[in-house]
């Protein structure tokens, strides 16, 4: 797995992630610091999310149809670019809200033509894809574990313009990483140039439905995101700093981190023959972290449910994308990736949204209980689809870095598998 090639990504993606988890810090600490409130930072952050979830679907047909390599490699100089803008704002004191949010909105624009391709690089650069994400998923949780600090640290000392800037210099060198990498041929021979870009987001669509597990998991997870994902986040921040202080909060999201961690160690050795199964059983574990804060546990244990819970969600990212990128064809892959993502983030804005008036007529213990009940039931969900339980897993050549053609299947599932 550790090539030249797959190191320089494996770099690329760590650097990146670290730059990406500490510009909340940045933006809160700036925004607040030039006299805007927290609605303020909450709008600069919608216009990221928007940005990138409207334009993701029309990155993944530019990856199916040009350089992967390039575009990544320019998404990051854009982001360069608007990055170093907003330090410069920061350093003199010109920080205008309205500008901001459309430097937050390129960001996400840029992100959204840079993320389909991270699917198709990880099966074309190393021969054991699981191997790959789960060394990939350590590297990102690490980074999400150090850049908060990493960010408070230059905000104490420097100004929130320093992490603006140092934001910047990640995505130099992810550009430079993915500058000397050299990605093996593309295969792109099953969708002419002739159908044109509405053409290409008419098969990459037809191509998403005739998959039963990939579609299946994308509406089972909306549910998740509208009453678990979205609203445990600011839930669980309002209840523990209200009942333990903030650096109990900091504590806890401390233990999050670590299990995510521990998820991807375990996912590089664990290699289960129907991936998307042990997937699901691992994510029941995510329902600890919010059963633990509306039950109202104490500190230790509320950072045990986070714990358990991080290392369910790592391994089942880990399952999930490997699945992802060994079942469908490389010619196709950016755009299924790109609408994976797109309806995997749609309904978590919905979910942040009710998470107040819910939390209102119901009380947030009650709120948070609920959201680990719906974990439970979400996994039985994914667990009760036959397509999605009996996908069987697909390794790829040895060397080769393109998925193998996968075994063949009961005839109930064929049309499914791909």
Same mark, same amino acid.
């Given at each position: ?9 494996f ?62 490699i320019g998404?990051?100089?854009?982001r ?5 803008l ?6 003199t ?22 993320q ?27 980074a ?31 550009a ?76 806890v ?85 790109a ?19 819910a ?11 609920t ?40 005839? +109930?599932? +064929?049309?499914e598998?791909?």
């Amino acid at each position: 797995m550790w090539t030249r090639d797959f190191g320089l990504f494996f770099g690329a993606r760590a650097v990146a992630r670290l730059g990406d988890t500490m510009l909340p810090v940045a933006l809160a600490a700036g925004l607040l610091q030039h006299g805007h409130g927290a609605g303020a930072v909450g709008l600069a952050m919608a216009s990221t999310a928007a940005a990138f979830a409207s334009l993701v679907i029309f990155g993944g047909v530019l990856a199916d149809r040009f350089d992967t390599r390039l575009l990544m490699i320019g998404a990051d100089l854009v982001r360069v670019g608007t990055q170093s803008l907003a330090a410069a704002l920061f350093f003199t004191g010109h920080v205008v809200l309205w500008q901001i949010c459309v430097i937050a909105a390129a960001n996400g624009a840029a992100g959204a033509i840079f993320q389909p391709g991270v699917a198709s690089s990880v099966p074309r650069l190393a021969a054991d894809v699981q191997k790959a994400n789960g060394a990939i998923r350590v590297a990102e949780s690490a980074a999400q574990l150090a850049g908060p600090a990493v960010a408070g640290v230059l905000v104490g000392f420097a100004s929130p313009g320093a992490v603006f800037a140092a934001h910047a210099a990640t995505f130099a060198l992810s550009a430079a990483c993915l500058l000397l990498l050299r990605f093996p041929p593309a295969v792109h021979d099953s969708v002419p140039d002739s159908l044109g870009f509405r053409g290409d987001l008419v098969v990459g669509w037809r191509e998403f439905r005739a998959r039963t597990w990939l579609w299946g998991v994308i509406v089972i997870w909306c549910f998740l995101m509208i009453t678990t994902t979205g609203p445990t986040t600011p839930l669980v921040a309002v209840s523990i700093v209200g009942q333990h202080g903030s650096g109990a909060y900091g504590l806890v999201n401390s233990a999050l981190g670590a299990g995510t961690v521990v998820g991807g160690l375990v996912a590089l050795r664990l290699r289960p023959r129907r991936m998307l199964r042990a997937g699901a059983l691992a994510l029941t574990g995510f329902s600890a972290f919010p059963g633990a804060v509306g039950a109202g546990l104490s500190l230790p244990l509320i950072a045990v449910g986070a714990l358990i819970a991080g290392a369910g969600a790592s391994f089942w990212a880990v399952m999930w994308a490997t699945s992802v990128q060994t079942q469908v064809r490389p010619d196709v892959l950016n755009r299924i990736h790109a609408y994976d993502v797109a309806g995997s983030i749609a309904m978590l804005p919905v979910g942040q949204a009710l998470a107040g008036p819910a939390a209102n007529a119901f009380g947030t213990d009650r709120v948070l209980l609920t959201g680990g009940v719906m974990t439970l039931l979400v996994c039985a969900a994914l667990l009760a689809v036959p397509a999605i339980r009996g996908l069987q897993r697909v390794d790829t050549r040895i060397g080769g870095g393109q998925p193998a053609t996968p075994a063949p299947e009961p005839t +109930r599932h +064929r049309t499914e598998s791909h």
